[in-house]
């Protein structure tokens, strides 16, 4: 009998490695869904993931670009901001220019952005808020709050991908969906 008990309490504490569910007389396999990541462990490498990372296709600027062409090419693409990249490297950062850069340094100083060049303007690396890729997204969000901000580059070791505010409230609001059909389908015993 005591076998018996302990061979019950070992499989208690084993992960199933399939599942059986059977409909209309015929039995099928299924695995188990993956394990699904708490808040707590998301980071900016599983919002980056839904974004196009690859730094060729970025839409990015020179510091050497007028201020003008690089508004311009923000309202072509509808982003409120441009990755500022070091003149002759794709992958190392020289700053980054935004909509409120334009606003504050070039409207309210009364400037021409047709004579003024980004590299004049643009927010230095120097003083640059980054995260990493391995950045939990709350703490990217406090960041963000935190320094009144909404695009912060990812940054290891080479720029590796820009988010933005609505990047991390998305990832944050589809975590909290997810979360919400899995409670749901646990109620109506719908998880296997």
């Known amino acids: 009998m005591k ?3 302990r061979g019950l309490l070992a499989r208690a504490h084993e992960v199933p490695k399939i599942q059986r569910k059977v409909s209309a007389g015929f039995g099928c396999v299924t695995s188990p869904p993956p394990p699904e990541k708490g808040l707590e462990n998301l980071t900016v490498a599983d919002v980056l993931s839904t974004k196009e990372t690859d730094v060729a296709t970025w839409i990015s600027c020179r510091t050497n670009d007028t201020v003008f062409d690089a508004v311009k090419n923000m309202a072509k693409h509808n982003i409120g901001s441009l990755v500022v990249l070091k003149p002759g490297d794709q992958h190392y950062i020289a700053g980054i220019v935004t909509e409120r850069d334009y606003m504050k340094k070039i ?6 952005s047709k004579l003024t060049k980004v590299g004049e303007v643009m927010t230095d690396e120097s003083k640059l808020v980054t995260v990493s890729s391995g950045t939990n997204i709350i703490k ?11 695009h912060v580059p990812v940054i290891d070791g080479k720029i590796v991908g820009l988010i933005s505010m609505v990047d991390v409230v998305r990832a944050i609001v589809d975590h909290q969906n997810g979360e919400l059909k899995r409670l749901n389908q646990f109620i109506k015993g719908d998880y296997y």
Do not use: C
């Open 107 to 112: 409207i309210w100083a009364g400037r021409s």
């Open 3 to 5: 076998a018996f008990v």
């Open 140 to 150: 990217a969000m406090q960041l963000m709050s935190d320094h009144h901000i909404r």
